[in-house]
């Protein structure tokens, strides 16, 4: 019986995978759009939750992923609060155009056991703004590179301050989102 001979990099190799949907949405206008918004907000007590999606390549497919990070700039803050910006991988698909705090999810803001897993892949500190944060998500990377289904990421902020963060969406040009993967 033959067998297959896999290439294994002696190098990390490193991709920038971009983001090829992003939204945020909100608890307080449940039916509002907010997929063409120029910047993604998170708000502590998850009022508003951000969604990302990015699409892997080809190259990282069935690889051996060494680590990922979601990255993102963060535009602005609402004050000085500090807290924990966690991402947690989603069950369920989404589209950019039609997401609201209602729509597609069976628990209002993406908060049932069947939109979103319990446990969050990765988190970062929240506590400034004008720089960029990178957030762990190597657990979730690995399991789309071995055949999970890819619905994307929702990034919610706990804090005891009420503070909102915005995020540049991947309309800003330089500013962009994207998951840096590095792989074997």
Do not use: C
């Amino acid at each position: 019986m033959a067998h297959k001979e896999f290439y294994i990099p002696s190098e990390p190799q490193i991709v920038a995978a971009p983001i090829t949907a992003d939204a945020w949405i909100d608890e307080w206008n449940a039916d509002a759009k907010h997929g063409a918004d120029a910047t993604l907000k998170a708000r502590s007590g998850g009022v508003y939750k951000t969604l990302v999606k990015a699409e892997l390549p080809p190259q990282v497919i069935g690889r051996l992923i060494t680590s990922a990070s979601l990255k993102m700039y963060v535009e602005a803050r609402s004050n000085t609060g500090s807290g924990t910006l966690s991402a947690y991988r989603l069950k369920r698909a989404w589209n950019e155009e039609t997401v609201t705090w209602n729509v597609p999810w069976l628990g209002g803001g993406a908060s049932d056991p069947s939109d979103v897993e319990a446990t969050a892949d990765g988190s970062v500190a929240l506590n400034a703004a004008g720089v960029w944060l990178s957030a762990d998500v190597s657990a979730t990377v690995r399991a789309w590179a071995n055949g999970a289904v890819n619905h994307g990421l929702i990034l919610i902020y706990a804090s005891s301050a009420s503070t909102v963060y915005e995020f540049s969406s991947r309309s800003q040009a330089g500013k962009e989102p994207s998951l840096e993967i590095t792989y074997r």
